[in-house]
């Protein structure tokens, strides 16, 4: 890509809150535009392109014609970027997989409705239907480690994606240890670069931004028993999450 890259940026299934986070960007907004040429964006713009560099894909994979229609966009795009965790792991969209999707329906759409064209299928994220070249975690992401990774695809360049605990953020702001006020936090298994926000503001982390690559199982376990914790506790707190994600290799890591 030798000119500015021609950016579009495309909404599945999701709350939208991670687009707003790009437009709350405001005067940093302007910056990146400097170096980037968006050519569509529903929720800012009017134009609308086909022809394009980079794919922003926010929203996690909820319908067949969703999967056609992110295949279309993969085909046409050099570089794919999933936007958000619904769009990097499906999110809290995949709450959802541990149900029927005929439960599904019946709560959403009422036990006895026939709405076929509001057809729904078990959530998918981005990359478990087309390849994903960069992912922003967080739910919503963190604006200065989107346009981290912007400015960087915009020079060439490989962005570097966090793969270590939230804990290393979370002991480097001086933090009181949530598992000491009794509460199971996910920070020792998931990815850092929120700045731990959660543990920060006296909460614990809900894995928002997924797990790291190789998460330190073992420890988590020691962790757990430590503080008169079990496998079962952490299950529940990852749901929310992290439904169905592998933890590790194992039948009993898949939560
Ligand atoms: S990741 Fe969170 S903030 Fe972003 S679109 Fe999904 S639900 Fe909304
Ligand atoms: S509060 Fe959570 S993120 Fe912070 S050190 Fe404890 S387990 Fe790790
Ligand atoms: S502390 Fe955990 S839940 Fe909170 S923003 Fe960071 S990764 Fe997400």
Redesign the pocket.
Known sequence: MTSKPRVAIF?FA????????LVNLEEELLDLIAVVQPVQWREAMTEHSEDYDIAII???ITRAQDEERLKEIRARAKVLIA??????MG???RLKNNFTMDDVRARVYGKDSAMPHLDTQPTKAVGEVVKVDFAVH????TKSEFTSIARCLALGKTPLIPNHPVCVECKMAGNVCRFEYSEICLGPVTRAGCGAKCPSGGFWCYG?RGFVDDPNVNAARDIMAHYGKTVADLRSRMLLYNSQQELANGPDTQY
């Open positions: 909404d999701c709350c939208e809150g991670c687009q707003l986070q926010e929203g996690s936007l958000g965790a619904c769009a990097a999110g809290v969209n967080g739910c919503p992401i928002c």
